[in-house]
């Protein structure tokens, strides 16, 4: 059978890419009918590609994680959007409540992280951005179940990518890397408030940091960490591009999702929160072509947040190692 440029079936990820773009499509449509915006979550278009082209995956094997986690963070981000004012407690505070409920429920769906931030970047104050949340999740989890189910890949379709993938997205085991995590978004978010420019830090940076420092060892964007900046501002800029030209419209995410796909193929690159930074115009407020420059500025910072760390992580293994 023909492979993707990821070594997976080539078909399997053409019907998971139609099926992720028709998903989107539908709640985009939900989220205008319903005058909901949030019920397009923006991590949706990352987990929603995920669980559609890998339905044996991490992600798509825990469908109650998928909806309690990021209702339970998205929950714990309006109550500190409505009791704080933006800045860095309030960041530090949504983000870390984040980890720990993904550290409690032990849970895979690190995109909930983005879920708890989104609300403070944004200000979102409303008690329906939870339900939203469970709106959008709950369908894909019922999409997960139905697929694997009415078309299960046999066993020998695993491609090792697929097995990377799951590592990737499994809890974290060590936690030693948090310090540094900490410092990259603490000076990202000093940035962003002293600039005026919210959206240095944008939520899923958080997500891709996350991933990024917790599975160094295994995490494709880590291995390409110059390329990020580059691969994440571009999902961006088609974003913004798609919502001037069509609004804020189903078709304009469905054109998002699509592009970010296929940026992210042609710069051979699998790293699914780009896909939520394509989505983002379309849930903010006079989106203009400033927020591309913000997320390459804010993804570069967390490129050479990443390599400082990787170096000194580096030369403390090399000095513990016995002469």
């Not at 072509?289 to 293994?317: I, K, N, Y």
């Amino acid at each position: 059978m023909p492979e993707s440029l990821d070594g997976a079936p080539l078909t399997r990820h053409m019907l998971g890419d139609v099926a992720a773009g028709a998903y989107i499509g539908g709640i985009a449509a939900v989220a205008q009918a319903t005058s909901m915006p949030f019920v397009l979550f923006p991590e949706l278009g990352a987990l929603s590609h995920d669980i559609l082209t890998r339905p044996r995956g991490t992600w798509a094997r825990a469908p109650v994680l998928l909806v309690v986690t990021p209702v339970a963070t998205g929950a714990l981000g309006i109550m500190i959007a409505r009791t704080m004012a933006y800045g860095l407690p309030a960041i530090f505070l949504a983000v870390g409540s984040a980890i720990l409920v993904i550290r409690l429920l032990r849970s895979p769906i690190a995109p909930a992280i983005s879920a708890g931030l989104l609300p403070v970047v944004l200000g979102v104050t409303s008690w329906w951005y939870p339900p939203a949340i469970v709106l959008g999740t709950g369908v894909l989890a019922a999409l997960a179940l139905a697929r694997r189910r009415l078309f299960p890949d046999p066993p020998e379709s695993r491609a090792v990518t697929d097995m990377l993938d799951d590592l990737i997205e499994a809890p974290p085991f060590d936690y030693s890397w948090i310090p540094y995590f900490l410092v990259f978004l603490g000076i990202d978010a000093v940035l962003a408030e002293a600039a005026g420019w919210r959206f240095l830090l944008f939520p899923p940076l958080v997500v891709i940091a996350f991933e990024m420092f917790a599975h160094a060892a295994v995490c494709p964007w880590a291995e390409r960490p110059l390329l990020l900046p580059v691969a994440c501002a571009a999902t961006g800029a088609a974003g913004i591009l798609f919502v001037g030209l069509l609004g804020a419209t189903p078709l304009a995410a469905v054109a998002s999702m699509a592009s970010g796909i296929v940026i992210l193929r042609a710069f051979r690159l699998r790293v699914p929160p780009a896909l939520a930074v394509g989505l983002l115009p379309s849930v903010i407020d006079h989106p203009d072509s400033r927020f591309p420059l913000a997320v390459g500025v804010g993804t570069l910072l967390l490129t050479v947040s990443f390599l400082l760390w990787r170096r000194v992580a580096s030369r403390r293994r090399l000095q513990s190692m016995p002469e």
